[in-house]
């Protein structure tokens, strides 16, 4: 008997967002455990934000407390290395992702297989390590920590300011406002039908299990990817 179809998962995402990160690894995980084609779409967070007239939560008091209180938390549920930055307003909203981003994208098009490795190194160095995203030497670093060759990510690194690249972050971006994003993470789930399901957040992998037709067991922290 044939193996069931393999229905597909798109995550759209930034790694300046921690919520994201865990989403992200979460997904990883139920690759192995779901029948599930998982697909990584990196996009720009701020054209998200701009393009759905939302506000990052961090700018709001309260809310910003609460992140730094919830992240502990799940950092110890998902056993994921997670800290705050010392000054999260200058990594997220002053330094911004626009560079990581790109430099993700340049990957994606010519080396798909290569941004699952870069985008879990550059989610370490901002939000375990407390490291710079931005720079040109930072993405070097990154690459070089997620197995890159120096030459080969030279190379990526020289792709940022390309019309193609620019081209596909903003047709990630807008695609993902097109199914309704708001923020990161936004996943598009198959369902049954073929028909592509939207769900916000690191914290509806139960919601996206029964849109598969799956069964939510927990974090699967045993399968976590070595950091």
């Not at 309260?62 to 990594?91: C, F, S, T």
Request: glycine share 6%; net charge positive; aromatic share 8%.
């Amino acid at each position: 008997m044939a193996s069931p179809t393999k229905r597909t998962v798109e995550l759209f995402y930034d790694v300046i967002s921690p919520y994201t990160w865990i989403a992200f690894e979460s997904l990883c995980r139920h690759r192995n455990v779901w029948n599930i084609d998982l697909k990584l779409k990196p996009f720009l967070l701020g054209g998200v934000m701009q393009g759905s007239d939302n506000k990052p939560p961090g700018m709001v008091p309260n809310k910003g407390m609460y992140m730094a209180r919830d992240l502990k938390r799940l950092a110890l549920h998902y056993q994921l290395p997670i800290k705050m930055p010392a000054n999260p307003v200058e990594a997220m909203f002053i330094k911004g992702s626009l560079s990581p981003m790109r430099f993700l994208t340049a990957i994606d098009l010519e080396q798909p297989n290569l941004v699952e490795n870069t985008s879990r190194s550059l989610w370490t160095r901002i939000w375990s390590m407390d490291q710079d995203i931005t720079e040109p030497a930072s993405l070097l670093e990154a690459a070089k920590a997620a197995g890159m060759t120096k030459e080969m990510a030279q190379h990526f690194l020289g792709q940022l300011k390309s019309q193609k690249v620019k081209d596909r972050l903003k047709q990630y971006t807008e695609e993902g406002l097109d199914h309704g994003a708001f923020g990161s993470p936004t996943i598009l789930v198959e369902d049954a039908n073929k028909k592509k399901q939207m769900v916000f957040g690191s914290d509806r992998m139960h919601i996206i299990a029964d849109i598969l037709g799956e069964k939510y067991e927990g974090p699967q922290n045993q399968l976590a990817a070595k950091l």
